[in-house]
Nanobody, 116 residues
Framework: VQLVESGGGLVQTGGSLRLSCATS????????MGWYRRPPGKQRELVAT????????NYADSVKGRFTISRDDAKNTMYLQMNSLKPDDTAVYYC??????????WGQGTQVTVSS
């Protein structure tokens, strides 16, 4: 499974961005996909996850009500719609895919910078 993120950039406080994670390879084996982020000088943290099939979602408290995770299986792409962005959202954002048996694939990351 290969993952490629896009859509990052520089945005002002209160603005919006939509990140995309294009998948290829054995996409049918994916069980759960997620977005994570690594703020400057901090450890990587969970942003949101989405389960294949049923589409059940989960969000970090810090992004609930502002971010929306979704998937378009026809396009093999996962999205993260980010609204009401804050400087604390500044980070490198990564997508990942769990295919079971503890195997996880990661994308290369995309930078999101929110200016105050």
């Amino acid at each position: 499974v290969q993952l490629v993120e896009s859509g990052g950039g520089l945005v002002q406080t209160g603005g919006s961005l939509r990140l995309s994670c294009a998948t290829s390879g054995s996409t049918g084996s994916i069980r759960v996909m997620g977005w994570y982020r690594r703020p400057p000088g901090k450890q990587r943290e969970l942003v949101a996850t989405i389960i294949s099939g049923g589409g059940s979602t989960n969000y970090a408290d810090s992004v609930k009500g502002r971010f929306t995770i979704s998937r378009d299986d026809a396009k093999n792409t996962m999205y993260l719609q980010m609204n009401s962005l804050k400087p604390d959202d500044t980070a490198v954002y990564y997508c990942n895919a769990h295919i079971g048996l503890g195997v996880i694939y990661w994308g290369q990351g995309t930078q999101v910078t929110v200016s105050s």
